[in-house]
């Protein structure tokens, strides 16, 4: 197997400083759909990704407009990253026609085709195939996009995983795929249900590719694997499963307080946080704190008009009820 | 025009295809080097080479995700799940992903693809590669599902499914791969979601879906000869659904008989008794019956299998004690 060593390209002061605001917009953005399910804004279920955002950030920041993100239910993180901007996104929660879907899909299932976001998916392991789709057909039609497939640790342990990472493989696939390991799947520890220790990463051999982990907190460093995976992915050279390590500070869903998580596990990983860890980077960087106060206080004011403008959303009626569900726009079954 | 094996119309139908429109690609296990385990695609390999026409693994979810993933990618792909028994292995594929993802993403999305898979009973193949999943796939919103009874509709049904934007599940009714029939040369293509009259008679209307076709036509000659004049309807399409024609003839003779392999319970007949019994009631003159396999596996042994699947004879002597009750 032969892997590409070319360093990824170094990134000046100003896309760190990106990668600032992004991670601090996915925070923020988090922490208001969190208040707004308080408030009944939003309604059914949510998986946050608060603590997972240095993942969405460094990989988007790697990703060209024509790639692809396949994302899971906790996609919002994923989303954004994209470009996504923050209001149909909101309102997609909120179940407004001004949603991203228009409240037909739900925070489970976040898409923007114009973005590259190419759905979000709610059933464990179903898009790891759906990507190579994907990438097979970029691979077919000559093109060079990548497709770049997120899920979490307890994805390893379902059957499309390793169809998906055999059929890549033997194809020679251009998609990344990229296991956020948060270490808990659901309400299980994933290590007293996984069979190896490295859930993703350790499972790449055996499908013929290196193994790859990655500290998910960081995002410089994710960013750095996402670079070389996806030129590898580009150049023709087949696919890359990487495993970043990371946590939610959260429970798994709006119902879940994440109990059974120790305390002083729960305490390790904030310690970890990945957005005040890059804030102390930049200072010593020598970026001006007032600089990153700035980018702060910006996003937390376009969160607030986000929320007016999601708010202000119109309920949607029956005429997009049964739209769409056929390519013609209808959803007509007989004549 | 030439004589067609219903085996050779599949691969005749994916070939017109793909020689048109260079988005048309092709996976499956078994389908290239081996020309399908069925034979149904033989030649197709040496014609449009390994790039179009590729070989998988046994991974069902990676084949339809795969297709999936190229349909929502500009590619029109036709996969092929070998046995529809294995669509059990899949059927998140289908049912979660790639028939809800046009609706949930608020029209964002398009799936033009075909999936094609042997269907049905009659070979003593067991429960486990015999069963009629026709229902299955009709109750699902957001699939197209088409069912042809003969080698000029495979062809015909194809090109309509491969040109449809929407996603297409093509039962190819394995007790039929070895039927004949003329059928012209040149291009043939059909529309879905347009039932066929192939009798007309005045006195029931026996309306039946792929394999139960040729038998239905069969037994309306005995009828014929009992003085029992039927109408024979092949539905060809279940979604979507030709209500206007069945309607019809159904008022034109006041019977409905269903002729369906399916077992028992949700059969497609049971939908179409159904809007029958609502929109036609008053044109009725009698009961509607469902002929179909029993609520049971299929079995294995010949003998077996003979007493599951609607017959001839089963069909001739349930038309002729209602139609004479």
Known sequence: ???????????????????????????????????????????????????QEAIAAGFAA???????????????????????PMTPVLAELMGRTNGLMAGKGGSMHLTSVEHGVMGSYAIIGAHLPIACGAAWSAQYRGTDQVAVCFFGDGSVNIGAFHEALNFAA??????????????????????????????????????????????????????????????????????????????????????????????????????????????ARLLDLGVAEEVLVKIVTEVAAAVDVATDEAKAGAIPGEDLLMKDVWADGGSSWRN | ??????????????????RRDESVVFLGEDVGAAGGVFKGTVGLLEEFGGVRVRDTPISEQAILGAAMGASMTGLRPI????????????????????????????????????????????LRFGAQHSQSVENWAMMIPGLKVVVPSNALDVIGLMAASIRDDDPVIFLEEKALYSSKMEVPDGEILDQLGLAKVLRQG???????LGNMVPKALLAAEELALAGIDCTVVDVRSLVPLDTATILREVSATGRLFTIEENPRLCGWGAELSSIVSEEAFYDLDGPIVR??????????????????????????????????A
């Open chain 2, 79 to 122: 996969a092929e799940i070998m046995f529809a028994d294995f669509f059990a292995v899949c059927w998140d594929i289908v049912v979660n992903e790639i028939a809800k993802s046009r609706y949930m993403t608020n029209g964002q999305m398009t799936f033009p693809l075909v999936i094609r898979s042997g269907n049905g009973g009659g």
């Open chain 1, 1 to 51: 197997m032969t892997t590409t060593k070319t360093a990824p390209p170094a990134m000046d002061l100003e896309a760190k400083l990106d990668l600032y605001r992004c991670q601090v917009e996915l925070r923020q953005f988090e922490e208001r759909a969190y208040d707004l399910f308080l408030e009944n804004y939003v309604k059914g279920t949510s998986h946050l990704g608060i603590g």
């Open chain 1, 170 to 279: 033997i194809w020679k696939l251009p998609v990344v795929f990229v296991c956020e390991n948060n270490l808990w799947m659901e309400y299980t520890r994933t290590s007293e249900v996984t069979a190896v220790e490295n859930p993703a990463a350790d499972r790449a051999a055996a499908y013929g590719l290196e193994s790859i982990i990655v500290d998910g907190n960081d995002v410089d460093a994710v960013f750095e694997v996402a670079a070389t995976a996806i030129a590898r992915a580009r150049a023709g050279e087949g696919p890359s499963m990487i495993e970043a390590k990371t946590y939610r500070h959260g429970g798994h869903s709006r119902a879940d307080p994440g109990k059974y998580r120790p305390d002083e596990e729960v305490a390790e990983w904030k310690a970890k946080d990945p957005i005040p860890r890059y804030h």
């Open chain 2, 1 to 18: 025009m030439a004589q067609l094996t219903f085996r050779e119309a599949i691969a005749r139908g994916i070939a017109q295809e793909m």
């Open chain 1, 62 to 84: 790697a990703m060209k407009p024509t790639d692809w993100t396949f994302a899971t239910y906790r996609g919002h993180n994923h989303t954004l990253a994209r470009g996504v």
């Open chain 2, 291 to 324: 002929i179909t396999t029993p609520h049971i596996p299929l079995p294995a042994a010949d003998a077996l299998e003979d007493l599951a699947i609607p017959s001839v004879e089963r069909i001739v002597t349930t038309v002729t004690k209602s139609m004479n």
């Open chain 2, 202 to 208: 005045g006195d029931a209307t026996v309306v039946a």
